[in-house]
């Protein structure tokens, strides 16, 4: 450990300039470093706004929002080369797995991370489902060969696909709401589902962390799932404390009331001798029993806890 050197001050300031220079020459449908705005209420799991950090891209210092759009560029780059050796669909695939890994370098490669003791090196921002500020925050080197580096992440990943066994039976996903399920009465054997757990995540508003850069490295491809500036948010089943654009407050009575709409029409999917699993926590009694509610209220019978 040790102080700062001028050489290093030196770094910062290049990278500020050259930051500023790409913002001036760049061009495309979206800004250089994201300017989309955070959620300006803040609450439990979103502190930014009281701190001065209004859009995404405050999230990051000018160094980290250099090497990041660097590599949003290249990703994007990777994917267009790609498709003129290859077919669409092996280069989409190899551009969303590159835009995966992208994001796990973001969550280690801000202004939010703490510094980890034990192991010496940065802790990556979303250790638990909340945006806390950090008042002494560790950054890294992306593009070196510590902890949360773009090879790194890039070489975790190669292991992880390498290590999934070859022959496994194929399933199907679908995204779909939870009110209205696409499939037909009595057709699943087991509904398995891990609901909101009440007022304690707002999973869209955090998921806006990466959903501005997923944009930034896939506004090429997959261009159905770009069509708002931030992931949509009315119809999520949450108790939020803050006004929701359409909604207004979610309060207990709209958590109910989507919850027993979801159970009923999971109730609805599953055969008469299915099995329904659904994993839940909260800390107050007022989460449990809204739940158990719109599970009653959904017709559902309750044989295990």
């Known amino acids: 450990y040790r102080l700062p050197t001028e050489r290093d001050l030196e770094a910062v300031r290049k990278a500020t300039e050259e930051l500023e220079r790409r913002n001036v020459v760049h061009t495309g449908p979206l800004s250089l ?14 502190r930014l706004p009281i701190y001065g950090m209004v859009t995404w891209g405050d999230v990051f210092t000018q160094r980290q929002a ?24 092996f280069a989409d695939a190899v551009q969303t797995c590159l835009a995966l890994n992208f994001g796990r370098v973001a969550d280690l490669a801000n202004s939010l991370c703490g510094w980890t003791l034990d192991t010496q090196c940065a802790k990556h921002l979303f250790a638990r489902q909340a945006i806390p500020i950090v008042w002494n925050f560790a950054e890294g080197v992306p593009i070196g060969d510590s902890a949360g580096s773009w090879n790194v992440v890039v070489e975790r990943f190669e292991d992880i696909v390498g290590s999934i066994p070859s022959g496994l039976m194929t399933g ?134």
């Open 33 to 46: 470093v994201p300017d989309e705005p955070v959620n300006p209420l803040p609450h439990s799991v979103n």
């Open 172 to 305: 199907q996903t679908q995204q779909a709401s939870a009110i209205l399920c696409p499939l037909p009465d009595d057709e699943a054997q087991v509904l398995f589902t891990d609901p909101p757990y009440y007022d304690m995540i707002c999973y869209a508003d955090l998921s806006d962390f990466f959903y501005v850069w997923l944009r930034r490295t896939l506004e090429k491809r997959q261009s159905k799932n770009w069509i708002s500036d931030s992931t949509p948010k009315a119809e999520e089943i949450i108790v939020e404390p803050t006004p929701v654009e359409d909604v207004g407050i979610k309060d207990e009575r709209f958590y109910l009331e989507g919850m027993t709409g979801a159970l009923t029409e999971g109730r609805r999917v599953l055969r008469p001798d299915g099995l329904g699993v659904i994993v839940f926590a909260h800390k107050s009694t007022k989460g449990w029993e809204t739940l158990l509610q719109a599970l009653i209220d959904a017709g559902w019978i309750v044989t295990g806890s």
């Open 66 to 89: 250099l090497a990041l759009t660097a590599l949003a560029l290249l990703i994007q780059d990777t994917g267009d080369k790609l498709i003129s050796e290859y077919d669409a669909e």
